[in-house]
């Protein structure tokens, strides 16, 4: 089986991913990462700045089919967060494991971590929007609702472990 993690950015999928692929001896991908290793670009933020978001979801789900068919080992992949909007690859990732998470504390943590340029003008409400927009779409489709507070790694790990443990049951 392939685990999808999936959630708005900074809710902890590469994270949480990466942990439960450790615990669970599986392959793990953050699929962000591997997009970087097949674009000319050194990010995918410079892929998104300079081609455009089209370009960008293109590279994203050609990645994302690459990986799904090369490697047909069980797995965790770390999805990145705007994936939702992004029709064609959101359809190959069943088994969506999404990390629910307040849009304040989501905020809290992009802004501490450093504003992207998208959200650059007017953050506060460019956020809203997206969690607005983006929430629904993960919570239609995901398997799994972990809901998540603001608390240390280890205590969310334990709950994201738990909760896949008992779904898979």
């Keep these: 089986m392939t685990y999808f993690f999936a959630g708005i950015k900074h809710s902890g999928k ?11 001896k599986l392959a793990f991908y953050d699929l962000d990462k591997y997009i970087e290793k097949n674009i000319k670009y050194d990010s995918v933020r410079q892929l998104y700045k300079n081609e455009g978001k089209k370009a960008f979801m293109i590279e994203e789900y050609n990645c994302l089919k690459k990986l799904l068919d090369e490697d047909s080992r069980d797995k965790v992949i770390a999805l990145g967060g705007g994936i939702c909007e992004n ?26 971590l450093g504003l992207p340029p998208f959200l650059e ?16 779409l ?6 799994l609702v972990i809901k998540l507070d603001d608390m240390k790694i ?16």
């Excluded at 029709?87 to 501490?112: G, S, V």
């Design 14 to 24: 590469s994270t949480h991913a990466k942990l439960f692929a450790k615990y669970k």
């Design 87 to 112: 029709t064609n690859a959101f359809e190959l990732c069943d088994n969506l494991i999404f990390l629910d998470i307040d849009e304040k504390t989501l905020f809290n943590r992009i802004n501490f």
């Design 121 to 136: 003008e007017d953050p506060i409400n460019q956020f809203h929007q997206l969690y607005i927009k983006r929430r629904p």
């Design 138 to 143: 993960y919570l239609n489709n995901a398997k």
């Design 154 to 169: 280890d205590d969310a790990f334990k709950i994201v472990k738990e909760n896949i443990e008992s779904w898979e049951k």
